[in-house]
């Protein structure tokens, strides 16, 4: 400790007993201490001519100041001003020093001199940053009122500290009440607005819901990433459309922001979103935030969370260089289309494996571009509505940001004039719009054009069963003959849940199902009476069945997307099958993550049903899968 | 009537004077230290009637202290603690460990006061 | 070689020093001018702040500091007992044990009843394995946790601790550092003071603790070292922070935080892909990155730095290892520099590639090897009967009168703005260490430079030179 810190604390010291003296000064006490009492008063009021005297004196009661409550407190300010300290302060604010205005507005705040309001709220909007702050504590310090006047009229920006300084000003306002502040929402000041939403967060203001949403579309990425993070703190769901169509239009802060939210409040609905932008997303950090948030809304959607420890152990799985598993299995899906035959799976994936994933992902669009030009019936012609000129691809994108209105009317024009190539962009509308008049809307369309769609080809037949109509080296038997619906890994699985459990589950295996799983849905569309549950079934089995306008031509180059898609999922859940054989035991162990989607539905599970379930749940990503990526990444 | 003693462990000059003055005022024997260390001295010379402590205090905090009395001299003098972190994590840990009372920075000397003569009715 | 061309020669050697001796002159000059400014108006600005009670909001952002420990068996309980009795509320201490071969990790546990807790690890991330982690079943020691890992060195280490903490800011400090109470709080208000621009990192002036009493955590007196070389490093340490780096930041062109004391916003840190483990000079190298990354991203940033003494440490008080720590500076700094090549002269990077960069580039990396040459070549000259004594003289005597007159110019400095040594006696050794200091010391570091620079350039493997600690709670 330095000389003048020692000289200071010795004087402090001496100081302490006589200013005690003054604060606990009772008028009740005995003579004695009455007499010593106005001995000393009139001593200090000698000592205080000295001006060095009343500057560490001054110094002392400040630093007491922050150390005391109560009663004595109170007696602190009274005695400062007793002394006439506050008049040292009071000329400090005509220095022209910045430094020395600013220490004088700090002490006439901090000791409480309320009349010094009117004349410190005058240096607001001071040049001089360090006055400037200063000012705008001791205002808010001072009056209630003060926070108001510093919102109105300041024009300069407010700084993180300076805001939390602010914040911990008011709380320590006895009895305070905090106006509304969102009515400082709409400030041209972007840290005014800032700060009133962390105003709004401190005081719990639910009231602002619209104001805060309405927010997200600011044109400053600042302000869109904290109404997005007050969003998330209040569970304010009804912003969560809003947060969709601002987010490609977002810098990456507010992204990630948009997808803590996601994660937060995200129900399943929101997962194609999230898939979508996992896909599409060039950021990593982004892409990855988006998988995570699929994750949180449905564990292990994703990525299995594993011990690092666990893992180190685990063998290299060779089998793909991305970071991610679900976009990584989709894109096998799609890079199928553009091998000119099946090839078997295990061969595949290991040609997988080399391919540039991003390559992959341009090739692919191209070829299901392609695909669908040249197996929609083109001949048919197009009309006005532009939505049939466009590829699915395209389609996708623009409906993704479509409010909710423009969907409706889109859907109100397709109803009237759809033709065989939406179907695709009907399917997905179908299954993944979150809204659920819309969602059924397409779901009428599509009947319908199903129906037209079968009769053409099949000659009336609108039972939707597997048809030879095609060349391929799929091919076709009657199912029902060779397997049983107990045969389906969802056989035993749909017995136990709920209904809601059920169509999740009728919905996956419309997804991953193979013809084991045709089986089943059929089995089911025999046996059930409930309504949805039917519904979702019919859906199911539409995706599953190859559809006769899928398999209508026959060129070589191209095959069908859906018997390939069967195919790499025979493959994985064979693997998973107990009884399979030697061969199968050597294909690549790792399992589709679809199938992990199922996780949601088994909540409620039979104690019996255990081990199946976490053999389901029993794969592994080694980590030199991500490092790769990473360390690009990074270089 | 003897007064009862007290350690009073604050490391800030002016603030454990005054508490000082406030405490003696009303009759008790007042030990001051300015460090956890001196009270751990201070505490292996004579056991006072009631400590109150700081919890942020050079060497040896508040916290640890109260460990220090529980744990290792095995004594039940009330202790009253003083921290300007009146964060949750500190109160809980400091309950948990033995402290019986809290009060936190600004201190009220006349809250104090009673909180330390509650403390020493219900010693009794 | 004829006489004419030997003529010339030496005509352009003299050129270059003298070049060479003005721009230091000038640059030392503004450094001393700027730094001034710079300590003034943060004195005025920081003369009332009220630093105490932010730390008591719970709406003070977090921090981590972050302790790499390495075979520390002998000082880690007390020196991580310090660390936990910071004035500040909402930190964290993570110890991360770098595979010591010693006891480092069984002290911990015993000292803080440490218990393994379960936590899931991303395994995308790219650090040696993590073996366990680890908390302390009471509460007071709350803020505390320990990674084990595998060894990997003190930048796998950090990066660790960066990646396993979820706090906003990081602090990579060395974990016999001893931190002022007040540190994080200085720390915190860095980094959120400013309105207009993202502070990315804050460094702080390092102070030489060696002789210096510490008791329990705290420092109870500071003295003078009684180690001349330990005071060569004071004084070398005071021109650095207190002058250099503080020049450097009134322009806002800092480019070294110290690896014993740097703090970093922990977003912009992972971003920018943390610390590099190829280097031994990371803690240069991850300025270079974050402030490159800043500018590619083009997001006004700024590095702060605090003058106020808050972080002290031993230096090494033998040649050997000072030699060791020298060299493995130098070579650090080659590999940034040599990594960063691209900022050398390079408008886009503003002040930073036309000023700072080459300013190392010159004068902390070029000098050295430019000093050991023009030495060899005045004996050479000599020898030969070609050295201009009246060049060689003035030059000399200028750059030593202007190198002692800086140096009493920060020793000056010191005294008026911390006035850590207060005796008399103190000021007029640490004085008589300027003036002796040009042949006392220099020579031991321009040494050290050649060394690290031919290892570095004949490839030489050499890692971190091991520096033997005697420890803070011997010094009690």
Request: with cysteine; glycine share 4%.
């Amino acid at each position: 400790m330095s000389a003048t810190t020692k000289k200071i604390e010795a004087k402090r010291a001496e100081l302490a007993p006589v200013i005690s003296n003054f604060l606990f000064h009772t008028p009740e006490g005995p003579k004695e201490e009455q007499k010593e009492y106005v001995e000393l008063k009139i001593t200090i009021r000698d000592y205080l001519k000295d001006k060095q005297f009343r500057r560490v004196v001054s110094e002392v009661l400040f630093d007491l100041q922050k150390d005391v409550s109560g009663s004595t407190r109170e007696r602190l300010f009274k005695l400062y001003q007793e002394l006439g300290l506050h008049e040292d302060a009071y000329k400090k604010l005509n220095s022209w020093q910045w430094h020395k205005i600013a220490k004088g507005i700090l002490q006439l705040s901090k000791m409480n001199v309320k009349d010094a309001y009117h004349i410190i709220k005058r240096f607001v909007n001071d040049r001089r940053s360090v006055v400037r702050k200063q000012a705008e504590l001791a205002t808010v310090s001072l009056r209630t009122e003060g926070i108001e006047y510093v919102l109105d009229s300041t024009r300069f920006a407010i700084s993180e500290w300076q805001q939390l300084k602010l914040i911990e000003v008011l709380g320590n306002k006895e009895g305070y009440r905090p106006p509304e502040f969102k009515d400082w929402l709409i400030s041209s000041n972007k840290d005014v607005v800032l700060f009133a939403l962390r105003l709004i967060k401190h005081y719990n203001q639910i009231g602002a819901e619209a104001a805060i949403t309405t927010l997200v579309k600011h044109k400053n990425d600042t302000i869109k990433a904290a109404a997005v993070n007050c969003i998330i703190d209040f569970n304010f769901h009804s912003a969560l459309p809003t947060m969709k169509r601002v987010f490609w239009k977002s810098n990456n802060d507010v992204k990630i922001a948009i997808l803590n939210a996601f994660a937060e409040m995200g129900t399943p609905s929101d997962l194609f979103f999230l898939e979508d932008v996992s896909k599409n997303e060039k950021n990593f950090l982004v892409a990855s935030k988006a998988q995570s948030a699929m994750n949180r809304i449905q564990p292990d959607a994703v990525l299995p969370s594993k011990d690092l420890i666990d893992v180190e152990e685990v063998p290299v799985v060779e089998s793909s260089t991305k970071e991610d598993t679900e976009l990584d299995f989709l894109s096998l899906l799609d890079i199928a289309v553009i091998y000119e035959e099946v090839l078997p799976a295990e061969q595949a994936s290991i040609e997988f494996s080399e391919v540039e994933v991003y390559d992959v992902v341009t090739v692919t669009e191209e070829t299901v571009e392609s695909y669908y030009e040249n197996h929609l019936n083109p001949e048919k012609g197009l009309d006005a509505a532009n939505a049939h000129t466009m590829s699915t691809q395209e389609k996708m994108d623009i409906y993704i940001h479509m409010t909710q209105e423009e969907r409706i009317n889109l859907l109100l024009e397709l109803k009237e004039s759809s033709k065989p190539q939406d179907i695709k962009f009907l399917e997905f509308i179908a299954e993944k719009e979150d809204h659920s008049e819309i969602r059924y809307k397409a779901f009428r369309i599509l009947q319908g054009l199903e129906k037209n769609e079968n009769q053409h080809v099949n000659g009336g037949v609108d039972t939707p069963a597997v048809t030879e109509t095609n060349e391929t080296d799929y091919t076709v038997v009657d199912y029902d003959t060779i397997y049983k619906p107990e045969d389906s890994v969802f056989y035993p699985l749909f017995n136990y849940g709920d209904r809601t459990g059920k169509v999740v589950l009728v919905k996956e295996a419309g997804k991953i199902g193979t013809d084991k799983e045709v089986v089943f849905l059929n089995h089911l569309l025999e046996t059930e009476t409930d309504k949805v549950l039917l519904t979702a079934v019919k859906e199911a089995l539409d995706r599953l069945q190859p559809k006769p306008s899928d398999t209508g031509k026959d060129e070589s180059e191209t095959v069908n997307l859906d018997s390939i898609r069967n195919l790499e999922v025979i493959v994985d859940v064979e693997t998973l099958d107990e009884h399979n054989s030697e061969e199968k035991e050597e294909a690549d162990q790792r399992l589709p993550l679809e199938l992990l989607f199922l996780n949601e539905s088994l909540e409620d599970e039979n104690p019996n049903q255990e081990e199946e379930i976490e053999q389901l749940f029993s794969f592994e990503i080694a980590p030199e899968y991500f490092k790769d990526d990473y360390n690009k990444l990074v270089s | 009537m003897d007064s009862k003693s007290l350690i009073l462990a604050e490391d800030d000059v002016m603030l454990a004077s005054l508490l000082k003055y406030r405490l003696e005022k009303e009759g008790f024997s007042v030990t001051l230290c300015q460090d956890g260390k001196k009270v751990k001295e201070e505490l292996e010379a004579q056991l006072p009637d009631l400590i109150v402590s700081d919890i942020m205090m050079p060497y040896f905090s508040g916290i640890e202290l109260t460990d220090y009395l529980r744990n290792q001299l095995n004594s039940q003098i009330p202790i009253i603690l003083i921290s300007a972190a009146s964060n949750d994590e500190n109160v809980v840990s400091a309950f948990e460990l033995g402290a019986n009372d809290f009060i936190s920075k600004p201190v009220s000397p006349s809250e104090l006061l009673v909180r330390v003569k509650r403390e020493l009715i219900r010693k009794r | 070689m004829s006489s004419g061309s030997i003529e010339i020669l030496i005509q352009y050697m003299n050129m270059v020093f003298l070049t060479f001796s003005v721009v230091l002159f000038s640059l030392f000059t503004i450094m001393g001018y700027l730094s001034a400014r710079n300590s003034l108006h943060y004195r005025k600005k920081n003369s009332f702040n009220d630093l105490s009670k932010i730390m008591a909001s719970p709406l003070a952002p977090s921090i981590t500091i972050i302790a790499p420990a390495y075979n520390e068996g002998m000082t880690i309980v007390e020196n991580v007992r310090s660390l936990l009795s910071l004035k500040y509320v909402n930190y964290e201490v993570m110890v991360v044990n770098d595979g010591s071969k010693d006891d480092t990790l069984e002290k911990l546990i015993a000292a803080f009843h440490l218990e393994k807790i379960e936590k899931q690890i991303d395994p995308n991330w790219r650090s040696k394995p993590i073996r366990g982690i680890y908390k302390s079943t009471q509460k007071s020691f709350g803020k505390l946790t320990v990674i084990d890992k595998e060894n990997g060195g003190k930048s796998d280490a950090l990066n660790t601790g960066m990646y396993l903490s979820e706090n906003r800011y990081v602090g990579c400090i060395d974990v016999d550092c001893l931190l002022l109470p007040d540190a994080l709080l200085h720390i915190v208000k860095s980094f959120s003071q400013r309105s207009k621009k993202k502070v990315i990192a804050v460094g702080g002036v390092i102070r030489v603790a060696n002789s210096c009493t510490i008791s329990g955590g705290t420092l109870e007196q500071i003295n003078l070292p009684t180690n001349w070389l330990a005071r060569f490093q004071l004084l070398e340490y005071t021109r650095s922070f207190l002058l250099g780096r503080m020049a450097w930041g009134r322009i806002d062109s800092l480019l070294i935080i110290s690896g014993a004391f740097g703090f970093f916003d922990r977003e912009v840190a992972i971003a920018a892909g943390g610390y590099d483990t190829n280097t031994v000079g990371e803690d240069m190298e991850i300025v270079f990155r974050m402030r490159r990354y800043m500018h590619d991203q083009k997001i006004p940033y700024t590095i702060e730095y605090i003058p106020d003494p808050l972080c002290w440490t031993e230096v090494p008080e033998s040649l050997e290892v000072l030699v060791k720590q020298r060299d493995r500076w130098s070579r650090g700094n080659l590999e940034t520099l040599k990594k960063h090549k691209e900022m050398f002269f390079n408008p886009k990077y503003g002040t930073l590639g036309l000023l700072s960069y080459p300013y190392w580039f010159f004068y902390e990396w070029l000098s050295p090897i430019l000093e050991f040459f023009g030495f060899f070549s005045i004996i050479i000259f000599y020898f030969m009967g070609i050295l201009n004594w009246e060049f060689f003289v003035a030059i000399t005597a200028a750059i030593y009168a202007f190198s002692i007159m800086f140096s009493f110019y920060a020793i000056l400095w010191d005294v008026y703005s911390y006035n850590q040594y207060n005796k008399t006696k103190d000021i007029l050794i640490l004085m008589f260490c300027a003036i002796i200091e040009p042949v006392a010391f220099h020579p031991i570091v321009v040494w050290s430079a050649i060394k690290g620079n031919y290892k570095k350039l004949f490839n030489i493997q050499s890692g971190w030179g091991a520096m033997t600690r005697k420890g803070f709670s011997k010094a009690a």
